[in-house]
């Protein structure tokens, strides 16, 4: 058994919180995972809005006019960063002027990775990397950044602290629920690891690198990846290049994304003794709220374990 946060302390921390009150503010977030840290921020409070929503790729996203209100009216406007929702960086010139924006990537004591294109993973092709660098941060740094619980921590808190200053009257009720996911993030890590312990060793596969963070988190042996931009489909010769890959290093699963097409995971491990199973960054079919970012966190973890776990 996990130990889990106390009740007790729950109490405290909500001691710490003033009589909820209705935010006096309006919350806009871009992707699910960023939408359940902020709406677990903001609980007794308010909800945020939600722009990509259900299986929606952030990388091929166009505003609703719902979202184009939302933006209009926002006070507080929370996203990961132009390399990953490129499609936000026009409307929150136009459109969100009056808003306070959180930027995440930016976020103090976040741990931020260069994109792997090299050692195993090797060199893209020419077309592929040029791609690469138009569909990706311009510094190539890797945008996926949530995936690691202690990156989490990080978000939270600097989601907080934006909530406090746009809506001082509710600062109690921000300052306890963002203590009480620092905890429940702790906890989270400690599962993880200790679920994903026995598999850590064991190379696998994924549709496209939205998993590093996951991956050094918890020491995983991630060994490549399909496709470098997943809105492309990769030619021939990269698929020829993974599909020996996965053979040479022995992959025992390789992962497909619900966002993107799954055929190409078959003609992968075609001929090969490699699994499938499927890892989600972003939650897609996981309702959304405060509780999603856990839920997605764990079911990523129930199915490594499940696949990696299998004899080869």
């Known amino acids: 058994m996990h130990a889990r946060f106390p009740l007790a302390a729950f109490a405290g921390l909500l001691c710490l919180a003033t009589a909820p009150a209705l935010a006096e503010i309006s919350v806009v977030a871009s992707i699910k995972p960023v939408h359940a840290l902020t709406a677990a921020v903001m609980q007794g409070a308010g909800t945020p809005h939600l722009i990509v929503q259900g299986g929606a790729s952030p990388h091929s996203m166009s505003l609703r006019p719902s979202d184009a209100r939302a933006l209009q009216e926002a006070g507080v406007v929370v996203w ?12 929150l010139q136009s459109l969100a002027g009056k808003a306070r924006v959180v930027e995440l990537s930016e ?22 990397e040029e791609s690469h660098e138009d569909d990706h941060d311009h510094e190539g740094i890797d945008m996926h950044l949530w995936l690691d619980p202690a990156n989490a921590k990080a978000m939270v808190a600097a989601i907080a602290e934006a909530l406090i200053a746009a809506d001082p009257d509710n600062s109690g009720i921000y300052t306890a629920n963002a203590r009480i996911m620092e905890h429940r993030l702790d906890q989270l890590s400690e599962e993880i690891a200790h679920d994903l312990g026995p598999v850590k ?3 696998f596969v994924v549709f496209h690198d939205a998993f590093q963070y996951l991956d050094t988190a918890f020491g995983l042996n991630n060994v490549g990846s399909i496709t470098v931009n997943p809105e492309q489909p990769p030619g021939a010769a990269r698929l020829s290049e993974i599909h ?24 992968v491990i075609e001929g090969t003794a490699a699994k499938t ?24 973890a129930a199915s490594l374990k499940a696949c ?5």
């Open 80 to 91: 990961v960063g132009e390399g990953l929702e490129a499609f936000l960086v026009s409307p």
């Open 201 to 203: 060793d064991v190379p």
């Open 107 to 128: 976020a103090a004591g976040l741990t931020r990775l260069p994109y792997r294109e090299s050692g195993a993973w090797g060199e893209p092709a020419e077309h592929e």
């Open 244 to 267: 020996g890959k996965i053979a040479e290093l022995q992959a025992r699963c390789v992962f497909a994304e619900p966002q993107f097409e799954p055929r190409l995971v078959q003609v």
């Open 277 to 300: 199973a499927t890892l989600d960054p972003l939650g897609a079919e996981i309702a959304d709220g405060p509780e999603l970012y856990f839920e997605m966190m764990r079911a990523n």
């Open 308 to 312: 990696l776990g299998e004899a080869s």
